[in-house]
């Protein structure tokens, strides 16, 4: 099993990325896929969850209409649009399979 995840990097507020997490290893299309994040010193907390179809998507409140989950099932991928970025989003953000896989993360960092 693997989960890759790419897209981080060093934006200014107000700003946007694209993660994306290309799993192999397990049937992806059948498993709900989600994304976590960890800040320095901080434990990891939950970001956002799509159902195996994308048909219903859950969010944490602090992203909650500027992050979107979405997935391409014919890709093995799973992608977070992030929109009007915070400082207060700086983290690793790190990708979740079927409630028992992790990829390795990619870090985001929110500065001027």
């Known amino acids: 099993v693997q989960l890759v995840e790419s897209g981080g990097g060093l934006v200014q507020p107000g700003g946007s990325l694209r993660l994306s997490c290309a799993a192999s290893?397990?049937?992806?299309?059948?498993?709900?896929m989600s994304w976590y994040r960890q800040a320095p010193g901080k434990e990891r907390e939950f970001v956002a969850t799509?159902?195996?179809?994308?048909?219903?998507?859950y969010y944490a409140e602090s992203v909650k209409g500027r992050f979107t989950i979405s997935r391409d099932n014919a890709k093995n991928t799973v992608y977070l649009q992030m929109n009007s970025l915070k400082p207060e989003d700086t983290a690793a953000y790190y990708c979740?399979?079927?409630?028992?896989?992790w990829g390795q993360g990619t870090q985001v960092t929110v500065s001027s």
């Open positions: 979740y399979g079927r409630g028992e896989y």
């Open positions: 290893g397990f049937t992806f299309s059948a498993s709900i």
């Open positions: 799509i159902t195996s179809a994308g048909g219903t998507t």
